[in-house]
């Protein structure tokens, strides 16, 4: 053992060392050699030097009392990206005035301002309209809110009819028909104006009732004047021949699309009780939305709703 000691613990010959010397437990000295560094990391070290000082001298560096060593390259992160910014800003603003200035189907033809549309148009919506309409449209947990994805609409599919939606706001007005509740038809009544409704999407269980309810629908109730002689709602039924206006904003009853919801109950108490569906005005002098971004949120709520061009 104490051979292979003595050995290690001898100094190499030639090898220079530090001076510096400790005494070991068996008197030995341990000492600390200076080899050499080797060359390729010593001139790797010098160029790390170089290239500092270089970039010293040319980009802002060091801090000083008011600020920071500038560099001779007049070079800047903030500016650098304040040019950006500006430059973003710009073609922003460019998009934006190019918005203003076509209509809504000449914006929604051309490839760029569909795009931009539909971004900025996106962001609106997630900002006011996603409460009610549920995000990205696909309708919401309550009652009474459109989904606006579908082919299904009140008031028409149109740019122009979906403009006049959201710039001056619907109003849907389903009187009540239950004498109690203001109306003039007795409970009875109600019950066989139910299945007839129920009975436009084959679901009557009382067809006699469904009969009866059939003679209110076009007859002493009315309801075929906003629902249509077929009940297949304002926007594509008629009255006698004659076209019903689409602001009336009649459902479609023939259909499994419900507004307020298909089942007996809800059916019952939509006519006994009436609806009265309430989309805000988001143009105007009162409104909440810019032009533009009416624009914009057009263009994104005709596409989602598959792009309708006629109603
Ligand atoms: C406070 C809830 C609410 C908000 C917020 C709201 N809506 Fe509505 N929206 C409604 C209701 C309710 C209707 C249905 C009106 C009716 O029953 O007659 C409707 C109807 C519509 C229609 C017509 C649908 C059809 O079938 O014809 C469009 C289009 C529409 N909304 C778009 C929007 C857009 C775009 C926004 C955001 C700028 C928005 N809504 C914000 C409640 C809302
Ligand atoms: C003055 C026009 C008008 C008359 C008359 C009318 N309705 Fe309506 N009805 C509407 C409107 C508008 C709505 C949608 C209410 C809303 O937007 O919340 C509606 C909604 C409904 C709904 C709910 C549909 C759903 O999708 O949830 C039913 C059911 C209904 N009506 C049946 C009738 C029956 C039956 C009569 C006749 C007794 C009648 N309506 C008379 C305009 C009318």
Not at 160 to 181: C, D, N, T, V
Request: charged fraction near 15%.
């Amino acid at each position: 053992m104490a051979t292979r000691q003595q050995n290690q613990n001898q100094p190499q010959q030639g090898t220079p060392t530090t001076g510096h010397q400790w005494d070991n437990d068996e008197g030995y000295p341990l000492q600390e050699y200076n080899n050499p560094l080797p060359t390729w990391w010593l001139y790797t070290f010098y160029a790390t030097i170089v290239y500092a000082v270089i970039y010293w001298v040319l980009y802002p560096a060091w801090p000083t009392i008011n600020g920071f060593t500038k560099g001779v390259l007049g070079s800047s992160m903030y500016q650098e990206l304040a040019a950006e910014e500006a430059a973003a800003k710009a073609a922003r603003q460019g998009l934006e005035q190019q918005l203003a200035t076509l209509s809504l189907e000449e914006a929604a033809r051309d490839n760029r301002m569909l795009q931009f549309a539909l971004s900025s148009g996106k962001a609106v919506f997630g900002d006011n309209c996603a409460p009610c309409h549920g995000t990205g449209g696909v309708g919401s947990q309550a009652k009474g809110f459109p989904v606006l994805v579908d082919d299904d609409w009140l008031y028409g599919g149109t740019l122009a009819a979906i403009q006049e939606s959201i710039a001056k706001g619907r109003s849907g007005q389903m009187p009540a028909h239950l004498q109690a509740a203001g109306g003039s038809l007795s409970d009875d009544q109600i019950n066989d104006l139910t299945q007839f409704t129920l009975s436009l999407s084959q679901r009557a269980t009382d067809q006699v009732a469904a009969q009866r309810g059939q003679k209110l629908f076009g007859g002493e109730a009315g309801c075929n004047n906003c629902h249509g002689d077929q009940g297949k709602g304002s926007l594509r039924d008629t009255v006698a021949g004659q076209p019903i206006d689409h602001a009336v904003g009649a459902p479609n009853l023939t259909d499994k699309i419900w507004l307020h919801g298909g089942d007996v109950e809800t059916i019952k108490a939509s006519i006994a009780k009436g609806r009265n569906g309430q989309m805000p005005a988001w143009g105007g002098s009162a409104g909440r939305l810019s032009p533009l971004d009416i624009k914009a949120v057009t263009i994104y709520v005709h596409a989602l709703g598959g792009g309708q061009k006629s109603r």
